[in-house]
């Protein structure tokens, strides 16, 4: 266990519809990251949030969208879902500052099907 | 663009058969190589890491890996597999904003 810990753990949504997921990061750790994984394939970055603000975004549309809170916990917003987003959604934390903090600590994800 | 390739998609071994997964990323900046594993129904775990010193690492349950700079390669191995390493193994390169750069997973089985 990570002390990453993923809210809910699956979630069946309509077209258009919203949604949004929740991370609760390891005790002590300042920065989230959020991935999505598609079937068969290796976690995309979306995006990262340190001290409460967007810290790098990846290639995804302005419908993703985040919130990291002062106790370090996150949400993850999907506007206007389409069936592409179906996908096993990944939080990360870690320790920015720290020697090799670049080391990620993954939470159990949230599978989300779009139908 | 940054990039991570993973050579198998699939692996088949037998039990006490030697491991090894190829990975090669492109980035030639600073380096922060990751080998992650995800157990059937469990999370990414990590198994090993290289930021900088020895090129041979050595992770956890008897795996390590080997980087060679002059072919940007980051092999994972281990001389004797076991039932329980199957699952899905991922090679990551930490790119800008410390995001990870995924390959695409190889798939291990382990047949006793």
């Known amino acids: 266990e990570t002390g990453v810990t993923q809210s809910p753990t699956h979630l069946i949504k309509t077209r258009g519809q919203q949604v949004t997921l929740r991370c609760s990061s390891q005790?002590?750790?300042?920065?989230v990251s959020w991935y999505q994984q598609a079937l068969g394939q290796g976690p995309q970055f979306i995006f990262q949030?340190?001290?409460?603000?967007?810290?790098g975004r990846g290639n995804f549309p302005p419908r993703f969208s985040g919130l990291q809170f002062p106790n370090y916990s996150s949400e993850l917003n999907v506007n206007a879902l389409e069936l592409d987003d179906s996908a096993l959604y990944l939080c990360?934390?870690?320790?920015?500052?720290?020697?090799?903090?670049?080391?990620?600590?993954f939470g159990p994800g949230t599978r989300l099907t779009v139908t | 663009a940054q990039s991570v390739s993973q050579h198998n998609h699939h692996v088949i071994l037998s039990e006490a058969a030697s491991l090894e997964l190829g990975c090669n990323y492109s980035?030639?900046?600073?380096?922060?190589l990751f080998w992650y594993v995800q157990y059937p129904g469990q999370h990414l775990q990590l198994l090993l890491k290289?930021?900088?010193?020895?090129?041979l690492v050595k992770g956890i349950k008897g795996f390590e890996a080997e980087f060679i700079k002059s072919k940007f390669s980051f092999n994972l191995r281990k001389p004797s597999v076991q039932w329980s390493d199957t699952a899905e193994y991922f090679c990551?390169?930490?790119?800008?904003?410390?995001?990870?750069?995924f390959g695409a997973g190889t798939r291990l089985a382990v047949h006793p």
């Open positions: 005790s002590g750790h300042n920065t």
């Open positions: 290289y930021f900088s010193g020895d090129p």
């Open positions: 949030y340190y001290r409460e603000e967007e810290n």
């Open positions: 980035y030639g900046g600073t380096v922060n």
């Open positions: 990551a390169h930490a790119g800008g904003y410390n995001k990870l750069i």
């Open positions: 990360a934390s870690s320790l920015v500052g720290r020697r090799g903090g670049n080391e990620q600590y």
